[in-house]
């Protein structure tokens, strides 16, 4: 018969439980922060929030991100805490990751990215400022009546033949590369409409950067007036004509725009009732020499109009890394394997992205504590290999070595350092052949029905 264990002895159980999954995230992510999300649990359950939050941010990073693999870890982790073995089978997991709170997630992604953010020096700030970068992208998920319903399939693809898509806008902080703020929403929406709910996000003395896709009237004015300045590529439907405006350097002017006449799809009536009638912009075209790249011209339009202190090569060089965001993009959607969700209802999705967005703040922490600790850069320090080391060394911190386990892995995420190639490119083409198979073009109720009948 099994020893009848007190609550107190539950308890202290459940903390050698979370110190197992937690591991070394936990000095960035402490239980207080998710008990506030959600209350102290009112019974020592089997999977209590403060697990399955852990469980989560597991599932984002490991390489099997299953609901089977992910419960056999929880097995052990309660072998290794002196807790009773659970059922293999997983129901009673995905029940308890379904009553987990959307917003817990959230939030605590959120304030991961947050303080991240925070804790940039001047060394790492542009001009002195903090940059915000801006951009959209797209995951899929299990084609389910519910997922259908939230994030429909794109108009192009047949009924049965796609999957569920769900766009999503998202904020990074150049200075650490934390992930602050993030919408998501249908796949038709356009960014600019998303973008409108993250608006309030900026703080004064910020930098918006962002493509050609957010270059609007509306944005660089109403951001203006939160003292948000913006530098963004200029949109293609407004021609460079640099014959106008006052002359402020070669292929460089400053325009003023004036306040469209009619609101734009998507803005409010009372933001667009607060536009000012006339914008003054710098607009600025600059060559691109570089092998390989896409474009020749580069024109930006922004609302720093001082060209002495925000000279034509400072602002190139602020665009040129805005494609840091797309490399952060292709950490989560291809590292950690957000490119395709695996929850069947659109709630799960949700929790998904929000899990996948604080296990990278998490990650991007650590890298920034091995920064800190070695003196390195933490924005040249390999994510993937920070994850690497991190899973390999996880299952150290059963074994109560925190101390001496996580200086040693500091050190090994200081020696993940990608070197500096200035001007690497490589073609878009494709070596490795897929299959040979057709593309669906049907539902698989039909294709099934249309299969041939072989005898024996």
Known sequence: MAAYLTRREKQEKQGVLIRCLAGPLRRHLPDSWIQESVGAAKRIAAFPPLV??????????????????????????????????????????????????????????????????????????????????????????????????????????????????????????????????????????????????????????????????????????LLQAQGVDSVLRL?????????????????DRIVTWTRPKHAPKGLRAEDFARLPKTLQVRVLCYKVTVKGYRVNDVALSTTLLDAKQYPVKALAELYFRRWQIEVDFRHLKTTMQLDVCRGKSPDVVEKEFWAHALAYNLIRSLMWDSAETWNGDALGLSLKGAIQHLLSRWVLYWAEKTCDDFDLLLALLDSEFIPLRPGRVEPRVRKRRPKAYPLMTKPRCILKKMLPLHRY
């Open 52 to 221: 399955m939050t852990w469980c989560m941010i597991r599932q984002s990073l490991y390489p099997d991100p299953s609901c089977r693999a992910t419960l056999a870890w929880l097995q052990t982790a309660r072998t290794e805490a002196g807790l009773s073995a659970l059922s293999s089978d997983t129901s009673g997991y995905c029940k308890a990751r379904q009553r987990l709170p959307v917003e817990l997630m959230r939030k605590l992604g959120i304030r991961i990215g947050g303080k991240l953010s925070g804790r940039a020096v001047e060394k790492n700030l542009w001009c002195g400022r903090r940059v915000l970068a801006a951009d959209g992208s797209t995951f899929s998920m299990p084609d389910t009546a519910k997922n259908q319903a939230r994030y429909p399939q794109p108009s192009s693809q047949r009924k049965g033949c796609g999957f569920p898509i769900a766009g999503f806008v998202a904020i990074i902080c150049l200075a650490t590369g934390a992930l602050t703020h993030a919408v998501l929403g249908p796949y038709a929406a356009h960014d600019l409409a998303l973008f409108y709910y993250l608006r309030c996000r900026f703080c004064r003395g910020d930098i918006f950067l962002g493509d050609r896709g957010f270059a609007s009237y509306a944005e660089m004015a």
């Open 235 to 251: 949109h293609q439907s407004r021609k460079t004509d640099f014959r106008r405006g006052k002359v402020v350097g070669v292929r």
